[in-house]
């Protein structure tokens, strides 16, 4: 089946600094993907759409200068958050939609990641 | 434009009685419907999806979702839960046909189970 792979599961940072996160698809290939934010208790929000080869595109509210998406490839998308502050302390979601031989399998999302900014 | 409510926040059972998790759509096209599973600190995963298909999905673990388009509904059950079913529980939302709609998912607010001995 397909499988989202994300790293870390887990990161702690000091405010001001960035961190990066990875989305792999291990056994398909992903010409979209898509970043989801999720605060306590509360439901996925979807930040942007990552598309493999452009621009990602971001939802309304959403700081594409804070919050750097990277597809480079159809395997990887990764989400960079630049100067993180405290109120960036969130669980971070990647989903991806497995599409293969004309079937649509449907989202398959990574394990998340929770960032600590402290 | 689509959404999705998810009418209980907290549902609480007993082991080995029935589960009864409500949702309701909104779609100006022809969605598609989806149930995912959230254990604490982990991703989601897919327990069923209706996509035009039958109306009574069955998914993994014994769950099955109806969905009945007069009502607007698509509410997912379980004959009996089981302690290993407390999570969270997201109904989602894709409009497949919409132009440009056939990726965006959207999140109910989802409910907590809690199973009880």
């Known amino acids: 089946g397909a499988v989202v792979s994300q790293h870390p599961s887990r990161v702690i940072c000091k405010s001001g600094t960035s961190v990066k996160i990875e989305c792999r698809s291990l056994?398909?290939?992903?010409?979209?993907m898509f970043w989801y934010r999720q605060f306590p208790k509360q439901s996925l929000m979807l930040m942007a759409t990552?598309?493999?080869?452009?621009?990602?595109?971001?939802e309304q509210g959403v700081e594409k200068d804070k919050f750097l998406i990277n597809h480079a490839s159809l395997t990887l998308s990764t989400l960079t958050v630049t100067s993180a502050h405290p109120e960036d302390s969130s669980f971070y979601i990647c989903?991806?939609?497995?599409?293969?031989?004309?079937?649509?399998?449907?989202?398959?999302f990574g394990s998340g990641t929770r960032l600590t900014v402290v | 434009a689509q959404s999705v409510t998810q009418l209980d926040s907290h549902v609480s059972v007993s082991e080995g009685t029935p589960v009864l998790l409500r949702c309701n759509y909104s779609?100006?096209?022809?969605?598609?419907l989806f149930w995912y599973v959230q254990h604490p600190n982990k991703g989601l995963q897919l327990l069923l999806k209706?996509?035009?298909?039958?109306?009574l999905v069955k998914g993994i673990n014994g769950f099955e979702a109806e969905f009945k388009k007069s009502e607007t509904s698509f509410h997912l059950t379980k004959p009996s839960a089981h302690m290993s079913d407390a999570a969270e529980y997201f109904c989602?939302?894709?409009?497949?046909?919409?132009?440009?709609?056939?990726?965006?998912?959207?999140f109910g607010t989802g409910t907590q189970l809690k199973v009880e001995l």
């Open positions: 989602v939302v894709s409009e497949g046909g919409s132009p440009g709609g056939g990726n965006k998912l959207t």
């Open positions: 989903s991806a939609r497995f599409l293969m031989a004309g079937s649509d399998y449907g989202y398959t």
């Open positions: 056994d398909f290939q992903a010409t979209t």
């Open positions: 779609s100006s096209y022809s969605p598609s």
């Open positions: 990552s598309n493999e080869g452009s621009k990602a595109t971001y």
């Open positions: 209706y996509t035009s298909a039958a109306t």
